[in-house]
């Protein structure tokens, strides 16, 4: 079986050669029968990413790179997953902030049918999450509540920057994510619930990065209108996903 790992990349030159190579080795040792590809979706970066990049894809024949001049890590993995022909993709931030551990019990859960997604949760009882402020801890877990509360879904963390998910049942909802930033993720997993797809959320050991470039107000906000639109328009495709899939 195939799988893809996305890693998308906005001025990153000084973590990406990390990532990808921690990636590789990753793969090689825990998911030997995989063929496995590693996607560097370049954002608009302005340093020396997209050069680290193509030196990687050089070095690594597992490595491809792409680049879009528009920013939004919505439209970078929507792009990217679009065009991809593997039975299993996935994305996580080049921080690494996930510890990658979970990487293959997450692929193969989606493997084996247990569920259609399998996201990375830093809320659940068993999750570990270092160096994280109260502040942003609170969001998160406000963040949680008000789209379980509006939504009456399943999943506690949404934006998690790790999810794994069948590429079968990602062709079917992803032409009906309209955002491009942030809340592409939680736009994503709630029509994919909607639509009768099966998420399981696995606890992580999460560790936050002090260089995160995340404006966490300003996303908050952003987050938060694309709930309202979602919750007062956006559900209707659902039935239309259901239908298409009740009918093959």
Known sequence: MKLDIVIPVLNEEKSLSNCVEEVINYCNSYLPTWDFGVVIADNGSTDRTGEIGKCLVQMHPAVSYIRLEQRGRGRALKQVWSKSDADVVSYMDVDLSTDIRVLAAAVKQVAFNDCDIC????????????????????????????????FLVSFKDAQCGFKVMSKSSLDKVLPHVKDPGWFFDTELLILSEKSQYKICEIPVIWTDDPDSKVNVMKTAWENIKGLFRLRFGGLSVCKTVILDRCSK
């Not at 999750?127 to 509360?149: D, H, T």
């Open 119 to 150: 996201i990375g949760s830093r809320l659940l009882p068993d999750s570990k999450v270092r160096n994280r402020s109260l502040r942003r801890g609170f969001i998160s877990r406000s963040y949680s509540l008000m789209f379980r509360l509006l």
